[in-house]
């Protein structure tokens, strides 16, 4: 595509209406406005990836050789690629000096342990005292 026009990254991101949607592809720019329509899979999908580089989502989607012949005509120029914002790293944050301390889980496993054995101990005497008053009730 010698002598394309190249378009900013913030220029593309505007036009994200029903009426005005380009979308970026591969590199390329496509003003999908009159397609808006006739997508098979509804306006929405395109709606949903204007303002961002939606070659993933192109991908993904598994298009027809069909719907990769109609691109063409719906190109109108290029993305300088040093407009795109570079994809942000997920980290964790470090630990706020000011954050609730964790509790300690040794003393979390000693009080569980203890719960259940009291538990353990309320239904052997609640099974013996059902007993004993079953006895006397049949004697």
Known sequence: MAGAKVY??????EHN?????????????????PFMEEHPGGDEV?????????????????????????????????????????????CVAPEDASAKPKPDTASEAAWLTVLQLAATLLLLVLAFALQRFAKSKTE
């Open 46 to 90: 395109l709606l949903a990836c204007t303002g961002k580089d939606a070659t993933a989502d192109f991908n993904d989607i598994g298009h027809t050789a069909t719907a990769k012949e109609l691109m063409p005509q719906y190109c109108i120029g290029e993305v300088d690629a040093s407009t795109i914002p570079s994809k942000h790293a997920y």
């Open 17 to 33: 209406e029903r009426k005005d949607c380009w979308l970026i592809i591969a590199g390329k720019v496509y003003d999908v406005s």
């Open 8 to 13: 900013s990254f913030k220029e593309v991101r």
